[in-house]
């Protein structure tokens, strides 16, 4: 249809399938809108917030979105994402996508012979065809197989652009050694220590982000696409801006601008030097300082991997004898006793993150989640553990709750394993929930973390000055 409307010489026939396209546009929109959802449903509901990975499968996603969505999952995750779904012939067939310093291509090819029955792609991008009984053996192999290499260090950069030199010429000298593509990317230029104004989200979803940069007399409006993360309170701590510069024509004006391709972040120059920074309320690693801190060992693996920090400036807090640094927090203490020996440390400069926990669900789930799990397992003697993750949506629950419930139950005596299966136990002690010293200690726990986290900033901030003195 596309080569019909540009081969077209007749006005009204060019605008009927001009106006057909942009209505199979919306509908192309419209889907992989639906399908996405449906991929972050079912990673709620299978627990896999803190999987390095994900494989997603519902046979009934369109298999012409499939390589959007995944895009989509992997901007919205940071997780390298294959999306699959059944053909009509009942192949399975799928697209996958990755993150910075993730090769997909080389992480799935050893697999072509094992798992695929049909592999192609790239550093960033494959396609892919298995059968059906293969998924979760996929699930499990690409999960096992992830590394990163290469963190949130300063991106690479041509050089320094002199905003105060730019004019409606630059971007034709920039042409002049295209055409741009693999072989011969356009020029990234680094402006450093701009200042940063009119800052604001657009689009549908608020997931771009738009704002002028200015130094040296000379400004620049810079776009960035899928920075939602972006906001004032980060602003302050940029220190450099990467841009790759195009043209914008709007309203027959065309002028200037830049398109984001990272960041570099630095602790701001303050007039007064401030000794603790309480930044819970923002998800986004900076990667600036000189030391970030956990509590917890397990954490480790998703703070190099997914958040992308360097092996060298991660640090247990138990483990740390370091003295000056720019330090985070960047885990939640499994309690206040944890809390007040990290504040014991000679810090330059604290930030205060609590990102990470290993707590085994986020909230208790409710009484009658306990009983309704109790009475599906007594009426299905022939489910294992696993099969549960199936069951769960049904349950109205996500699988870290059921596996949570599973817990206590086997702490009372309440169920038991047999042959695999989960089965009730046919004359169990009567002893209320909070028997469970499990229970008990989540609880507990959670209540801390809750407290932490939500915390007035004036609060912590004192208790955390106080202790730091």
Same mark, same amino acid.
């Not at 984001?260 to 690693?285: C, H, S």
């Not at 169990?428 to 229970?439: D, E, G, V």
């Given at each position: 249809?596309?080569?019909?409307?540009?081969?077209?010489?007749?006005?009204?026939?060019?605008?009927?399938?001009?106006?057909?396209?942009?209505?199979?546009?919306?509908?192309?929109?419209?889907?992989?809108?639906?399908?996405?959802?449906?991929?972050?449903?079912?990673?709620?509901?299978?627990?896999?917030?803190?999987?390095?990975?994900?494989?997603?499968?519902?046979?009934?996603?369109?298999?012409?979105?499939?390589?959007?969505?995944?895009?989509?999952?992997?901007?919205?995750?940071?997780?390298?994402?294959?999306?699959?779904?059944?053909?009509?012939?009942?192949?399975?067939?799928?697209?996958?996508?990755?993150?910075?310093?993730?090769?997909?291509?080389?992480?799935?090819?050893?697999?072509?012979?094992?798992?695929?029955?049909?592999?192609?792609?790239?550093?960033?991008?494959?396609?892919?065809?298995?059968?059906?009984?293969?998924?979760?053996?996929?699930?499990?192999?690409?999960?096992?197989?992830?590394?990163?290499?290469?963190?949130?260090?300063?991106?690479?950069?041509?050089?320094?652009?002199?905003?105060?030199?730019?004019?409606?010429?630059?971007?034709?000298?920039?042409?002049?050694?295209?055409?741009?593509?693999?072989?011969?990317?356009?020029?990234?230029?680094?402006?450093?220590?701009?200042?940063?104004?009119?800052?604001?989200?657009?689009?549908?979803?608020?997931?771009?982000?738009?704002?002028?940069?200015?130094?040296?007399?000379?400004?620049?409006?810079?776009?960035?696409?899928?920075?939602?993360?972006?906001?004032?309170?980060?602003?302050?701590?940029?220190?450099?801006?990467?841009?790759?510069?195009?043209?914008?024509?709007?309203?027959?004006?065309?002028?200037?601008?830049?398109?984001?391709?990272?960041?570099?972040?630095?602790?701001?120059?303050?007039?007064?030097?401030?000794?603790?920074?309480?930044?819970?309320?923002?998800?986004?690693?900076?990667?600036?300082?000189?030391?970030? +801190? #956990?509590?917890? %060992?397990? *954490?480790?693996?998703?703070?190099?991997?997914? $958040?992308?920090?360097?092996?060298?400036? &991660?640090? /247990?807090?138990?483990?740390?004898?370091?003295?000056?640094?720019?330090?985070? +927090? #960047?885990?939640? %203490?499994? *309690?206040?006793?944890?809390?007040?020996?990290? $504040?014991?440390?000679?810090?330059?400069? &604290?930030? /205060?993150?609590?990102?990470?926990?290993?707590?085994?669900?986020?909230?208790?789930?409710?009484?009658?989640?306990?009983?309704?799990?109790?009475?599906?397992?007594?009426?299905?003697?022939?489910?294992?553990?696993?099969?549960?993750?199936?069951?769960?949506?049904?349950?109205?629950?996500?699988?870290?709750?059921?596996?949570?419930?599973?817990?206590?139950?086997?702490?009372?005596?309440?169920?038991?394993?047999?042959?695999?299966?989960?089965?009730?136990?046919?004359?169990?002690?009567?002893?209320?929930?909070?028997?469970?010293?499990?229970?008990?200690?989540?609880?507990?726990?959670?209540?801390?973390?809750?407290?932490?986290?939500?915390?007035?900033?004036?609060?912590?901030?004192?208790?955390?000055?106080?202790?730091?003195?």
């Amino acid at each position: 249809m596309a080569v019909e409307l540009l081969l077209s010489d007749d006005d009204i026939e060019a605008q009927k399938i001009a106006d057909r396209i942009e209505e199979l546009n919306d509908e192309r929109k419209e889907l992989t809108s639906e399908v996405y959802e449906k991929c972050m449903r079912q990673i709620k509901e299978n627990s896999w917030q803190k999987a390095n990975t994900l494989v997603i499968y519902d046979p009934e996603f369109h298999e012409g979105v499939l390589g959007l969505v995944a895009n989509k999952v992997v901007e919205k995750t940071h997780k390298p994402t294959i999306v699959l779904t059944k053909n009509a012939a009942g192949e399975i067939k799928g697209s996958g996508r990755s993150i910075s310093g993730f090769n997909l291509f080389d992480a799935l090819s050893p697999l072509k012979d094992q798992l695929l029955t049909k592999f192609g792609g790239h550093d960033f991008a494959c396609g892919l065809s298995l059968e059906e009984n293969k998924i979760n053996e996929l699930r499990n192999t690409f999960e096992k197989d992830f590394h990163v290499e290469g963190s949130l260090e300063s991106k690479d950069y041509d050089m320094e652009l002199q905003l105060n030199k730019l004019n409606p010429q630059t971007m034709a000298e920039i042409n002049q050694v295209g055409p741009f593509g693999t072989g011969d990317p356009l020029p990234i230029f680094s402006i450093s220590n701009g200042n940063i104004t009119h800052f604001f989200k657009m689009g549908k979803e608020k997931n771009h982000v738009k704002f002028t940069v200015n130094k040296d007399g000379g400004s620049l409006p810079v776009v960035g696409f899928n920075k939602e993360f972006l906001n004032n309170n980060l602003l302050p701590f940029i220190t450099k801006i990467f841009v790759q510069l195009s043209v914008n024509n709007f309203r027959n004006k065309t002028t200037l601008q830049g398109i984001m391709e990272g960041l570099d972040f630095a602790a701001p120059k303050l007039a007064v030097p401030t000794p603790v920074i309480d930044l819970r309320a923002e998800n986004y690693v900076m990667g600036f300082a000189d030391r970030y +801190l #956990l509590f917890d %060992p397990k *954490n480790m693996a998703y703070a190099k991997n997914s $958040l992308g920090i360097d092996e060298d400036k &991660l640090s /247990l807090v138990s483990d740390y004898q370091e003295s000056g640094e720019t330090a985070v +927090l #960047l885990d939640v %203490p499994h *309690n206040q006793i944890e809390l007040d020996q990290a $504040l014991e440390n000679n810090y330059q400069q &604290l930030y /205060l993150r609590f990102l990470i926990d290993q707590l085994p669900v986020e909230s208790l789930p409710n009484k009658n989640y306990f009983s309704n799990v109790l009475k599906y397992i007594y009426k299905h003697p022939t489910l294992t553990p696993d099969d549960y993750r199936t069951v769960a949506p049904y349950l109205g629950l996500d699988y870290d709750s059921v596996l949570f419930i599973l817990r206590v139950f086997f702490e009372l005596g309440f169920i038991k394993l047999d042959n695999g299966k989960l089965v009730g136990e046919k004359n169990p002690k009567k002893q209320p929930l909070s028997a469970s010293k499990y229970l008990m200690a989540t609880k507990s726990q959670i209540d801390f973390v809750s407290q932490l986290r939500h915390m007035s900033s004036q609060k912590l901030l004192t208790y955390v000055n106080n202790l730091m003195k």
